[in-house]
């Protein structure tokens, strides 16, 4: 028995189209798992972020001046999964200015980061600066940390 297809194409039973049909399923079954392992690798990775962040944030509390810097960076520019928030990252640049001795480029960072805050943002971000001290000092009283 011979069908034909509106493109002149002639088969010569239903088996080709079976043929067709199970490798279009084959390839669709195939599709899902790279689809699914795709997924899973990005919840994986977003989980790493989370982790990541998590850690960073709290060796900044810790102390650590370059986690202070590099989180202040975070916010500032925003790197997944920490939002952008400049306030934040005004905040913790004005930190660094008192842990890491007030180096050039400490000062040099602040300004950029704090500079084009509204003077109500700049408040906020001393709020935040203070908020985040007690936190510092928390965590310094809980390890028995003497103040530096």
């Not at 067709?20 to 079954?29: D, V």
């Not at 003077?119 to 709020?127: F, L, P, V, Y």
């Given at each position: 028995m011979f069908v034909s297809l509106s493109g002149g194409c002639m088969l010569r039973d239903n088996r080709f189209t079976d043929i067709i049909?199970?490798?279009?399923?084959?390839?669709?079954?195939?599709?899902?798992?790279?689809?699914?392992?795709?997924?899973?690798?990005h919840a994986f990775q977003a989980?790493?972020?989370?982790?990541?962040?998590?850690?960073?944030?709290?060796?900044?509390?810790?102390?650590?001046?370059?986690?202070?810097?590099?989180?202040?960076?975070?916010?500032?520019?925003?790197?997944?999964?920490?939002?952008?928030a400049e306030i934040i990252g005004c905040a913790w640049r004005k930190i660094t200015l008192d842990t890491g001795g007030n180096l050039p480029e400490d000062q040099e960072q602040a300004r950029v980061a704090c500079g084009p805050l509204s003077s109500s943002d700049i408040e906020i971000s001393e709020n935040a600066k203070a908020s985040l001290q007690r936190r510092i000092e928390a965590r310094r009283a809980a390890a028995g940390v003497a103040n530096p």
């Amino acid at each position: 028995m011979f069908v034909s297809l509106s493109g002149g194409c002639m088969l010569r039973d239903n088996r080709f189209t079976d043929i067709i049909i199970n490798g279009l399923a084959i390839c669709a079954a195939l599709i899902s798992v790279v689809g699914t392992g795709y997924i899973i690798n990005h919840a994986f990775q977003a989980r790493r972020d989370e982790d990541d962040a998590s850690a960073l944030v709290s060796n900044a509390i810790s102390g650590d001046i370059e986690s202070q810097r590099k989180l202040a960076a975070c916010y500032k520019e925003g790197c997944p999964p920490l939002p952008r928030a400049e306030i934040i990252g005004c905040a913790w640049r004005k930190i660094t200015l008192d842990t890491g001795g007030n180096l050039p480029e400490d000062q040099e960072q602040a300004r950029v980061a704090c500079g084009p805050l509204s003077s109500s943002d700049i408040e906020i971000s001393e709020n935040a600066k203070a908020s985040l001290q007690r936190r510092i000092e928390a965590r310094r009283a809980a390890a028995g940390v003497a103040n530096p």
